[in-house]
């Protein structure tokens, strides 16, 4: 499981590519956003509240936020205040930036190889299958869901070896609120600890 999540966060930290080149070549916007994210984020000496706030203007710019924080919240979305709803998306956000990005300086050498694209459901949504490979390690397989959003190309989700991080997410979120008895508010208590560290 550390390992899947330290090769996700090669890819949540993606990079928005101009719109129409990503549309023309879903492969293309994958294999650029995570160059990017690993030439910013892979970098020696590069400290964590830099590198934190470099990942967030990539994961905002290449990530659909809202609808990932809402799906991973799942059916709590409907019962929660609006109030609540406004601070667990940015206490969401934080969260990820602060999860995966201290976790890049365990990246040097990773390669990224984009092996096959799918064709566009009713969604507009597109599969990008892709090897992630760090040194000396067998390669995992990574499908990300790439989704047009206001023209513009969007990630909704990654898998890494057929286990989507969404709904992984979604079940870890989940048992925290059941274990607070089934109140919003024990995941929101959870997630300002874990961000305030």
Known sequence: MRRRRLLAAALLAAAAIPAARAQDDPGRFVADLAQRAINELTAPGVPDPERIARFRT?????????????????????????????????????????????????????????????????????IVSVDGNLPGKAPVRMDLRVRPKDGKPKIIDVAIEGVSMAITQRDEFSAVIQRGGGDMEALLANLRAKVAR
């Open 58 to 126: 990539i994961f905002t710019e290449g990530f659909d936020v809202p609808l990932i924080a809402r799906f991973v919240l799942g059916r709590h979305w409907r019962t929660a205040t609006e109030a609540q709803r406004e601070e667990y998306t940015k206490l969401f956000d934080e969260f990820v930036a602060q999860t995966y990005a201290r976790r890049f300086a365990e990246f040097p050498g990773v390669q990224i190889k984009v092996l096959s694209v799918s064709k566009p459901n009713e969604d507009g949504d597109q």
